[in-house]
Each structure stands twice: as C-alpha cells, then as structure tokens.
C-alpha cells in the first residue's frame, strides 16, 4: 500500500524515503495498480460510472467484504498514478477510504470470458 486516503479526509503516505525509491524507480516507466476503495452505499453506482470513465482505469468491480470497488489501473508513472489518486479519485464525492497496491509481476492476466457451465 502505497498511498491512501483514510475516513478523516487526511491523506498518508508510508514513509517519504521509501516513496523516493519508488518514485525514481517507476520514473518513466509504466505503473499497473489494484486500487480499493470504500464508499458511501448511496453513491456507488455514480463514483464507480465516474472512475470508469478515466482512460486510465480498465476495470472497476463491485465487491464484497473491507472495500466496495476494486479498480485495476495503468499509469505513465508512479508521479501519474499519484496525481490520479490524490488529485482526481480522493475528490470524488462518496469516497471514504482507498488504499493503492502497485503490481509488482503479473503471473497470468486473461482476457476472455469464461463459461461457468464447463468449469
């Protein structure tokens, strides 16, 4: 977890250090995130619309259990990833809490449909 946004509206990052490292690490490079978020029931539907919208976010799911929308996004860089979350997605109205977690490796991603009926 990277950058979050807590219930207070007070945004956190872990440590500066560590986020110089991974800012110069990730400079120029392309960034793939899971980003999760807690928001408000009543407004939902429009903050999920709304992020679905941004040509950085490929997928956002309605999930259930800690968090409400799970997002998978790509970024130019750490610093575009950043200025998404702290500038564009924390001032979506209905957002409480979100926490980023930057892909690593990718060890399998798919692109088809599955058919329930033959699993």
């Known amino acids: 977890m990277l950058i979050e946004k ?5 945004m956190t990052e872990e440590n500066e ?5 991974i800012s110069s ?5 392309g960034v793939s995130s ?6 408000d029931t ?3 539907d429009r ?5 679905s919208n941004s ?5 956002v799911f309605l999930v259930t259990g800690d968090f409400d929308l799970i997002l998978k996004a790509r970024f130019r860089d750490y610093d575009h990833m950043k200025s998404f979350l702290l500038d564009k997605a924390s001032e979506l109205e ?7 977690m930057m892909i690593i490796t990718t060890y399998k991603e798919r692109f088809n449909i599955i058919d329930a009926e033959k699993d």
């Open 42 to 44: 009543k407004k939902v």
């Open 25 to 29: 690490y990730y400079e120029g490079r």
């Open 94 to 100: 209905g957002i409480e809490e979100f926490k980023s």
């Open 55 to 59: 040509d950085n976010v490929e997928d």
């Open 34 to 39: 899971i980003i999760s978020m807690k928001v």
């Open 17 to 21: 250090e560590y986020e110089e490292v």
């Open 6 to 10: 807590n219930r207070d509206d007070k």
């Open 47 to 51: 903050v999920a619309e709304e992020l």
